[in-house]
C-alpha cells in the first residue's frame, strides 16, 4: 500500500497536543497540519490518544450541521452565511442593509457593486 501522506504521526500527536493546549479549533489544526477532521481523528484513536481524537469528533458531528462561511469558508451554523468576523466586516462594507442588499443582487445574479451603481443611475 503506497501512503498518501509521509506523515510522523508521533510528530502529529505532539502539534495536535501543543495546539489544544493554545486552544486551538480542531478545523484550525486540521487546517494547519494539511491532515482532515476525520483522518486526525481516527488515526489519534489509532495511537491510543481517545483524549486528541475527541475534539475532532466533535468537529465532524459539528461540520454535518454546518455551511461554509461565505467569505472565509469556516463552518459557521446552517441558516447563517458568515462567521462572526467576516459578518461584521459585511456589515460595516454594506450598513444595515447588508443581507437584503444580498438578497436582491443573488436573485438578479449581479455583484452587490453592480445593484448600488445601479440604484445610483436609476435615482
Ligand atoms: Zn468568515
Redesign the pocket.
Known amino acids: 500500500m503506497a501512503a498518501k501522506l509521509d506523515v510522523n504521526w508521533d510528530d502529529v500527536i505532539e502539534d495536535v497536543e501543543f495546539l489544544l493546549s493554545w486552544n486551538e479549533s480542531a478545523w484550525t489544526i486540521s487546517k494547519r497540519l494539511g491532515i482532515t477532521i476525520r483522518t486526525l481523528e481516527r488515526k489519534m484513536l489509532l495511537m491510543g490518544r481517545p483524549d486528541l481524537a475527541h475534539p475532532f469528533g466533535r468537529a465532524k458531528v459539528d461540520t454535518a450541521k454546518k455551511v461554509p462561511?461565505r467569505?472565509?469558508t469556516?463552518p459557521v451554523l446552517k441558516g447563517s452565511r458568515?462567521?462572526h468576523?467576516?459578518a461584521s466586516r459585511f456589515r460595516a462594507a454594506w450598513g444595515d442593509d447588508a443581507y437584503a442588499l444580498e438578497d436582491e443582487a443573488l436573485a438578479l445574479g449581479m455583484t452587490m457593486l453592480e445593484l448600488t451603481r445601479s440604484y445610483r443611475q436609476a435615482s
Open positions: 462561511c467569505d472565509c469556516t458568515r462567521c468576523d467576516c
